[in-house]
């Protein structure tokens, strides 16, 4: 594993609003994540675990601090630059798998790629065979969400987040709607995937037995790192 860096915040700020109703969510986060690293992030709520991972994804920007990713600078990055770093780099997984019901799971898997590229091809569906066959689910290719069970359309949504090969997946409660044995079955996917895509993640979640399944565990507190 290399020593350098995919990811680096330094002093990472985040404010909302302005005067008398300003709220300081984030509060000077240092944070750093290696290629091929599966970390959990916890904290109670209230904590900014999801306001970080919005900002990691360059969902929002922060209001201050330094925000690298690859050697990149996504502080001075415009918006469309963030787009595209976004399209390129970074996969999502949420609680709420959000797939479009009227796709097949294929198409919801190919749906990023083909977004970006601006149409479909022969390749984009091949690779989303390839991974819909990784995830378990090839025999349901073909199959709308709503035929699905919960543990199925996460792991759609996982198969989702790695169609543009992504170094990092920002998984935000992706176990928080399942029930055990579910949610037990997508942690071994994402562990394997790790381990043999060399992907990084980070895991927001509130269940330490979720947590307990990641090598590094980073708590949040008041809007702090107090464990890395």
């Known amino acids: 594993m290399s020593a350098e860096p ?3 915040v330094r002093d990472l700020t985040k404010v909302f609003g302005e ?8 509060k000077g986060i240092d944070l750093t994540m290696a290629p091929g690293e599966m970390a959990a992030l916890l904290g109670p709520s209230g904590s900014g675990k999801s306001t970080l991972l919005t ?10 601090g330094r925000h690298e990713m690859l050697g990149v600078d996504l502080m001075q990055a415009s918006d ?3 787009t595209a770093f976004r399209s390129r780099h970074l996969g999502f997984v949420f609680q709420f798998h959000h797939l479009l019901p009227d796709l097949t799971a294929l198409e919801n898997v190919m749906m990023p790629a083909a977004a970006a590229a601006g149409r479909e ?16 689910l090839a025999d349901r290719r073909d199959y709308r969400p709503g035929a699905l069970s919960g543990g199925q359309r996460q792991r759609v949504a996982v198969a989702r987040a790695l169609i543009n ?18 949610a037990d079955q997508v942690m071994q996917l994402i562990r394997s995937i790790n381990q043999t895509l ?7 979640t509130h269940d330490e037995h979720i947590a307990g399944q990641c090598p590094r565990r980073i708590e949040l507190l008041d809007g702090r790192i107090v464990r890395s």
């Open 19 to 26: 005067g008398e109703a300003q709220a300081k969510v984030l």
């Open 80 to 82: 469309a630059e963030r």
């Open 198 to 204: 060399a992907t990084s993640f980070l895991i927001s």
């Open 165 to 182: 090969q992504p170094v990092l997946v920002l998984a935000d409660e992706p176990t928080g709607n399942l029930d055990r044995q579910a």
């Open 121 to 136: 091809s022969r390749a984009m569906r091949e690779r989303a065979a390839e991974l819909l066959d990784a995830v378990g």
């Open 55 to 64: 900002i990691l994804g360059t969902l929002m920007r922060a209001s201050g």
């Open 6 to 8: 995919i990811l680096s």
